[in-house]
């Protein structure tokens, strides 16, 4: 398949296209994908946790690529509230919570306010695409810092006596579920496939 973003077929649906010439059902060629690295796999399950932790936080981002403020907010499968932009903010908002599990001070208020407003709040405004990519930044970085210190993953942390371990693995697994909702919405607002 070639670069075909913008055409319709005839019901109006976005054409399928991907940028890949390798794989046509991947995202980008190898030798262009940042998610590739030269060398094995990391050694040990926190090296490997962490490395799955980044791969999915790109992939998210590279399905966000290139997109306007209209389609970052589009909804693409009503009576939905997703939206690729509604997913940033939402990830935003969880990563902050992540950081209420490991504390034992009083929980850090949300982000956004009231419950999905993450996704009700996804408006198609340049100002608003900005922040939620910059309060997810931020958020990441502070989860990441709160963990930095806590290198095993048996140790329990905050009121709820959460593992390391276990906080990891959700993290990996939010960010993998909603990277397959990614897949979808991206897949609806212009016709670009891969993983």
């Known amino acids: 398949m070639s670069d075909q973003s913008g055409e319709s ?16 059902d991947m995202w980008a060629d190898p030798d262009d994908d940042p998610r590739d690295s030269e060398g094995g796999s990391p050694d040990g399950e926190l090296p490997t946790l962490l490395d799955f932790l980044t791969h999915y936080r790109m992939t998210l981002r590279m399905k966000c690529e290139g997109l306007d403020p209209e389609q970052l907010a589009r ?3 009503p009576p ?20 209420n599990w490991i504390s034992d ?11 999905d407003a993450d996704f009700h709040g996804a408006v198609a405004e340049q100002a ?13 970085a502070a989860t990441d810092a709160a963990l930095a210190g806590h290198c095993d993953l048996g ?5 709820d006596r959460t593992s390391v371990r276990e906080l990891l693995v959700h993290r990996i697994e939010e960010y993998a579920r909603h990277c397959g909702h990614a897949d979808l919405l991206r897949e609806c607002v212009d016709g670009r496939v891969g993983q």
Do not use: I, N
Request: net charge positive; aromatic share 8%.
């Open 9 to 24: 077929d005839q019901s109006g649906q976005p054409a399928r296209w991907t940028r890949a010439t390798t794989y046509p």
């Open 80 to 99: 939905s509230t997703m939206s690729l932009l509604g997913l940033v903010r939402h990830l935003a908002e969880v990563e902050r919570d992540w950081r």
């Open 155 to 159: 140790e329990r942390l905050g009121k």
């Open 128 to 140: 608003v695409v900005d922040a939620a990519f910059a309060d997810l930044a931020r958020e990441q």
């Open 105 to 115: 001070g009083d929980p850090t208020p949300k982000l956004y306010g009231e419950r």
């Open 75 to 77: 909804r693409s499968v």
